[in-house]
């Protein structure tokens, strides 16, 4: 049986692909998410489902929020629990919460910390679970990317590919999109540069995975949360604001109206 693709893409080399996706871009997401809706309520805490190293969990214990993280990536959770006032960590599944019913204020999806499991029904487990621990009148935060755009910049079918640099790494990313599938798939090669320090997180012959994340409409995103009792409240088209049509992200915010079914 071959491990899934999300068990070996994050990793404790992630960071360094994503560095660009740093605190200061982090930390304007958190500054807009409480400007489209509370993110805290009754006094109970905050959900942050897929925290990976904990960039999100830094700014909302800096902000005074009583939050939690989850994630399956235990290299991740091992680089959160360093961050300074590391809040408590659970690793887990998304799609198997272990957290009781109606115990969050808010629950969080950041970064496209959704569409993993393939098709659309494979990937309501998981807005089931986020509807069962969240307390009615909470909400889901959703940050997505712009699915619209992801068609149609790569609709055509054909593979897109870039290499870059990173602190020792060599990165070569393959992106395509399966319109029969709606799946957008980059494969991932990693390589150690020569004299670099990047043996701590890397093996000696490098790295090959392929990340797929499902691309869904808008419309199915929101009948696939309406199931569950949640509801879209606000959105917006990125971390700046901005009307959601045309942005670069899908920022869906999601009121839970009753218990899920």
């Given at each position: ?33 409480p400007s489209l809706a509370p993110l805290s309520i009754h006094g109970l805490p ?216």
């Open positions: 049986m071959s491990v899934p693709w999300f068990e070996v893409a994050f990793g404790a080399h992630y960071p360094e692909i994503y560095a660009r996706r740093d605190q200061a871009e982090a930390d304007q997401c958190l500054q807009l998410l905050v959900l942050d489902l897929g925290c990976g190293d904990g960039r999100h969990l830094s700014s909302l214990r800096e902000a005074q929020f009583n939050v939690i993280g989850l994630d399956l990536s235990a290299p991740l959770l091992n680089l959160a629990s360093k961050r300074p006032h590391s809040p408590p960590l659970v690793r887990g599944d998304m799609r198997q919460l272990p957290f009781a019913d109606h115990s969050f204020g808010s629950v969080l999806s950041l970064f496209t910390a959704f569409g993993y499991f393939g098709s659309l029904a494979k990937n309501a487990y998981m807005v089931q679970q986020v509807a069962r621990v969240l307390s009615t009148g909470g909400h889901w935060f959703l940050d997505y990317f712009n699915c619209d755009k992801v068609r149609d910049e790569l609709g055509s079918g054909e593979k897109f590919q870039r290499e870059r640099t990173t602190k020792g790494l060599k990165i070569t990313e393959t992106r395509m999109y399966s319109q029969n599938e709606s799946i957008v798939s980059k494969e991932v090669q990693l390589e150690k540069i020569p004299g670099s320090d990047a043996s701590a997180y890397l093996p000696a012959e490098g790295l090959k995975y392929t990340e797929q994340v499902a691309v869904f409409g808008l419309d199915e995103i929101d009948k696939l949360a309406r199931h569950q009792g949640l509801i879209r409240v606000a959105s917006a088209g990125g971390y700046a604001g901005g009307k959601l049509a045309g942005g670069d992200r899908w920022i869906l915010v999601y009121r839970k109206q009753q218990d899920s079914k």
